[in-house]
């Protein structure tokens, strides 16, 4: 058996501390390729990322969405499983619909579709009042949560933590924090108005692009303008090439003059240009090619057990065999597969969950 499930109370991992805005360490290079046309074409066919959203909870199992509400008070009918399938689907509806890039100083930048959009794989619910409270988890929820490591982008959504919206640890990274999704829910209940929820899209868009290793087009990976900073993309302008041509800084919030690209701080975020793209489906094609629905880490999975814990499992074969593989009472367990074959014995007990995806096209 190729996956291993990790332990839910076991917290050895070191506890990093960051305090920057969309932090992300500079530990990997990528290769420059810059107005290339190599893996992104135009029209092909959209590319789907597995993405599996954790909600943590406090200990009690307030402070979050949880299995069957929203978690207010009174609450409404709206569960995490509800929201995880909103929130992505707005993501994938900003995507859709990508907007021209307002900085072109060196002639027309194309918009195009950008091919790819996110498919929810898993959705799981943990309490952990620590973590919920830690700025620095990503690490620790990664190890201790994260399922399908190799070929899905782990979502976790925890607490506020003042103005920050997210981080991932480094460019190509295959897990993403986030704080505000459930304070700008609150604010879409209490305003009636679904709009609060497009800054958590956002910014999904935005982190998953540092995971399909783009870079700030304007800024520093901690946030910071910079004149010279180089995104490794020709059609985003920096900031010294505006200024040459006469043109104000574009890094900055919300005016005619500011930048609209989903890889700066601004209150449009959702252009992507022709070379980012190419730099996503750089990604998509080669370290994130297991990620794409129909793209497996594991060819052929064998599960005997699972182990008493709630988890996903990602394989372009599964065969689930043995009196040993029970679905706990309490426990959520997601298969996705080409093809899946149950033998006899297995068991999900009263309580327990056992979703599974076949992806039938994907044979084809
Ligand atoms: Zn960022």
Redesign the pocket.
Known sequence: MKYLLLTLISFSCAISSFSQN?F?EDTTVVPDLKSGTNYFVPGSPLKCIRVIVHFIQKDDGTGNFNENDDGLTPSNNFSGYDFAKYILNYANNLLDNNQEMRLQPFGLVPVYDPGYRYKLSGVFFWRNTTLYNDYGALNCLQASYGQSTNDTINIFITSLHGNTGGYVRYIGDNAVLLFKPYTNYIASVNNNNNWYNRASAIVIN??VG?CLNLY?TLMTNS?TCKASWDDFCDDTPSIQQMLDINEPSPCCWNDVHCSNNL?DYNADQQSITPDQLEHIHSALNIEKLNFCECNYYTTTLNINSFNNSSGTYVAKNIIVSGSSAVVKTGKTVYLESDGITFNTGFEVQAGGKLNVLVNSDCNQ
Do not use: Y
């Open positions: 969309c992300i935005h982190e540092h700030h946030g890889m």
